[in-house]
């Protein structure tokens, strides 16, 4: 059976190969839209490389910080529901404690505020 098994897929990958030399080595005549900066055909009106905004990308890593975060947060309440521990829920409540206090700490310095006053 392991012979079957090692002679189709030797097949099999042999013809993925074959298939792929054939189809990878055809030439385009025309690559004068795959180098222009948008391929959806008009020329751009600014400039592509426009400064990013800071305030944004800190949003989005604070996101990331907490969206992980509270995704550790799913097996300690799995694992709540099968019984009481005075350990865990001791550990959930620091782990909740420096969410809370890292929130409260941006919120503090102004990152979580989109327009600045």
């Known amino acids: 059976m392991f012979v079957v098994t ?3 897929a ?13 189809i990878g080595y055809t030439s385009y ?11 959806c055909g ?27 975060e509270i995704a ?12 009481n521990s005075l350990l865990l829920l001791s550990g959930l409540a620091t782990f909740l404690m420096i969410l809370l206090v890292g929130m409260f700490h ?3 310095e102004g990152a979580l505020d989109w327009v600045s006053s």
């Open 6 to 8: 090692l002679l189709v």
């Open 10 to 22: 030797s097949a099999l990958s042999a013809v993925f190969v074959a298939l792929s030399l054939t």
């Open 29 to 39: 005549s025309d690559f004068g839209e795959k180098l222009t900066p948008f391929e």
């Open 42 to 68: 008009f020329d751009p009106l600014s400039k592509m490389r426009s400064p990013f905004s800071a305030r944004f990308f800190l949003l989005v890593v604070l996101f990331l910080i907490f969206d992980v």
């Open 72 to 83: 550790l947060l799913f097996p300690v309440l799995s694992s709540l529901a099968s019984g």
């Open 106 to 108: 941006e919120w503090n």
